[in-house]
C-alpha cells in the first residue's frame, strides 16, 4: 500500500512561484509512476503533469508548458511540481498520483488507471 502526502499550497499573487512536493511511503517509490492532477471549482479534473516511473518521459498539459517542471526524486521518494508565471487560471486542488507499474518508460495519462492519491494541496492565485 501506498500513502501519498502533498504540501507547499497556497496563496500567491499572479506571476509568482510555488513549488508543491508530495512524499510518498510503502510499496517501491521506483516502480511507481506518478502524475499531479487538479481540480478548480465547478471543473472536471484534469492532468497537469505525469512522469514514468524511470523519471524519463514526461507530459505536460498545453496549458502549463514552458511554467512548470514535475520532477520524480527515487532516491527521497518524492515528487515535485514546481509552478512558475503562475495565473489565476491555475487556482485549484492539486493531488499527486501513483500507479505501480513494470514498465518503466511508461506514462499513464489516465486518472482512472491510477490507484493511489494524495489528499491535495490548495494552490490559489489571486492578486
Known amino acids: 500500500q501506498v500513502q501519498l502526502q502533498e504540501s507547499g499550497g497556497g496563496l500567491v499573487q499572479p506571476g509568482a512561484s510555488l513549488r508543491l512536493s508530495c512524499a510518498a511511503s510503502?510499496?517501491?517509490?521506483?516502480?511507481?509512476?506518478m502524475a499531479w492532477f487538479r481540480q478548480a471549482p465547478d471543473k472536471e479534473r484534469e492532468l497537469v503533469a505525469a512522469?514514468?516511473?524511470?523519471?524519463?518521459?514526461?507530459n505536460y498539459h498545453d496549458s502549463v508548458k514552458g511554467r512548470f517542471i514535475i520532477a520524480k526524486d527515487n532516491a527521497k521518494a518524492t515528487l515535485d511540481l514546481l509552478m512558475r508565471s503562475l495565473k489565476p487560471e491555475d487556482t485549484a486542488v492539486y493531488s499527486c498520483a501513483a500507479k505501480a507499474t513494470t514498465n518503466f518508460g511508461e506514462i499513464i495519462l489516465n486518472s482512472d488507471e491510477y490507484d493511489y492519491w494524495g489528499q491535495g494541496t490548495q494552490v490559489s492565485v489571486s492578486s
Open positions: 512522469v514514468a516511473s524511470n523519471n524519463g518521459p514526461v
Open positions: 510503502g510499496g517501491t517509490f521506483r516502480s511507481l509512476a
